[in-house]
């Protein structure tokens, strides 16, 4: 399977209830970062290491994102409307190749749920799939953790990222300050920054139940079964959980080099395709 075979299914459905101010109108995912949601951008990022098949697990307010991409083309190219034949003819070539299946899987169901849902009707006949959260930015060379979790043969491979500190860090001695330093990560722990690639067996460790979370049953259970690996990574990796997180994306991304564009490496002049799934 080509790296462009291989399904992304971005978990998009959550409430964001710490962004209430503007979930109330539209899903989290849907948060614009620099003029464009910040789901864009994790598909752009993707789509960066020549990945071009997207699958929106869907929930709560399903149909913002389903408008969105049904009308992708017609926002983003020039277009000339015939009144009278009732045709229009769009001029721009700059619309992304990708292929996005928007799924709904519930406006209440839980992560693991949702996983199961969306590979149940979309996974087809994949041996690998990547996953990952619609919150999540990240630096690291994709290419090459697929790579990585090809080789070691295991069922899952996860992002390791460092925990980004909450506050910064005082060293003393006898009471004087001798170091203030601003909030860093912590170089010693490790912890799940999503962006996982997964075998179709990880299928088996899901359930219909729309109250099953992924990161428990399923994943503490690939763990128990020594299934799971983890793809280190030391660079740029930032979650939108809170209005300042969208705000410094903001400003990066509005910046000359945001950290999570990374060179296209794979060009393609096939068209966008949408396919919006049924629940």
Known sequence: MSIEDVPVFILAGGLGTRFREQTHLLPKPMIEVGGKPILWHIMDTYAGFGFRRFVVCAGYKAEVIKDYFLNYQKIHSDFTVDMRRRTVTFHSNGV????VTVADTGATTMTGYRVHDATD???ADCDTFALTYGDGLTDANLGAELAFHRAHGKIG??????PPSRFG?????????TTFAEKRPLANSWISGGFFFLDRRFTSYLSSDP???LEESPMRSLVA??????????????????QRDRDQL???ANGPNPPWRPEL???SDRPLRITVGAR
């Open 265 to 267: 490496q794979i060009q």
């Open 211 to 213: 109250d099953l979370v």
């Open 225 to 242: 079964d020594h299934e799971l690996m983890m793809y280190r990574h030391e660079g740029f990796w930032a979650c939108m959980d809170t």
């Open 96 to 99: 992304e190749d990708w292929s």
């Open 121 to 123: 009707r979309f996974l």
């Open 169 to 177: 860090e005082l060293k003393a001695k006898n009471d004087a300050v």
């Open 250 to 252: 903001d400003a990066l």
């Open 157 to 162: 491979t996860v992002l390791g990222i460092h």
